[in-house]
């Protein structure tokens, strides 16, 4: 089946700082690609997505590109902010191309300082 | 804002116990899903649920689990016999569309079988 693997953190930044989180995935096909958000307190909501190849999914400022020939979809916002942090998780379908049965991978703590 | 909602938030029970976790799906959704994340590990699909019958599983939702829509508005997952290893965090989700890889999670259920 599919996989997702992304980078782990925790990942600690200032305010207006440049974040990256890495994933890469290995599948079957093109995918569609997903990333997920975690605020404390609260359930995973989906941030943004991209359905093929060189699409970009954006929202709430974050950006990923859906890169086929690296096989990853790096989430990048350019100026974060308190309110950002939360973990924050890469997904993808378990076997086909599309569908509700998601792989997620471990999950990046971020965490925005004032 | 329509909301996954699930109770309990946290539930400490002796192993070989059985233990109900309820969610209260988004209204007009008709794809429901638990999901488990064990402590430091990935989030893991556990089991997909329409039209009134489970439509994918995964090797974790062995017999000890079950899932039921027991009326209009509730979905439930049963462990009929806890082990330590069901220790997690379990998540409902519920969706509108099949295929589509967007789905509303609740804020989750914390299980801990001692």
């Known amino acids: 089946g599919n996989s997702v693997t992304q980078m782990e953190g925790p990942v600690t930044l200032s305010e207006e700082a440049f974040l990256t989180i890495n994933c890469t995935y290995t599948?079957?096909?093109?995918?569609?690609l997903f990333w997920y958000v975690q605020y404390p307190g609260e359930g995973l909501q989906l941030l943004l997505k991209?359905?093929?190849?060189?699409d970009k999914g954006s929202n709430k400022g974050f950006e990923a590109t859906y890169r086929k020939e690296t096989t990853s979809f790096h989430l990048e916002k350019g100026s974060v902010q308190v309110s950002d942090s939360a973990v924050y998780f890469c997904?993808?379908?378990?076997?086909?191309?599309?569908?509700?049965?998601?792989?997620f991978g471990g999950g990046t703590r971020v965490l925005v300082k004032p | 804002e329509p909301e996954v909602t699930q109770t309990p938030s946290h539930q400490v029970t002796q192993m070989g116990q059985e233990v109900i976790l309820r969610c209260v799906p988004i209204s007009n959704h008709l794809y429901f899903y638990w999901y488990r994340q064990i402590l430091g590990q990935k989030v893991e699909f556990l089991v997909s649920f329409y039209n009134n019958e489970i439509s994918e599983k995964s090797e974790i939702f062995d017999d000890q689990f079950s899932v039921e829509r027991p009326d209009g508005s509730n979905f439930t997952l049963k462990i009929r016999s806890t082990k330590l290893e069901d220790s997690a965090m379990y998540f409902c989700?519920?969706?509108?569309?099949?295929?589509?890889?967007?789905?509303?999670f609740g804020e989750g259920s914390r299980l801990t079988v001692l």
């Open positions: 997904a993808l379908p378990m076997i086909k191309a599309a569908g509700n049965k998601l792989t």
């Open positions: 991209a359905t093929k190849a060189d």
């Open positions: 599948a079957t096909g093109y995918p569609s």
């Open positions: 989700a519920s969706g509108d569309r099949p295929n589509t890889g967007e789905l509303f």
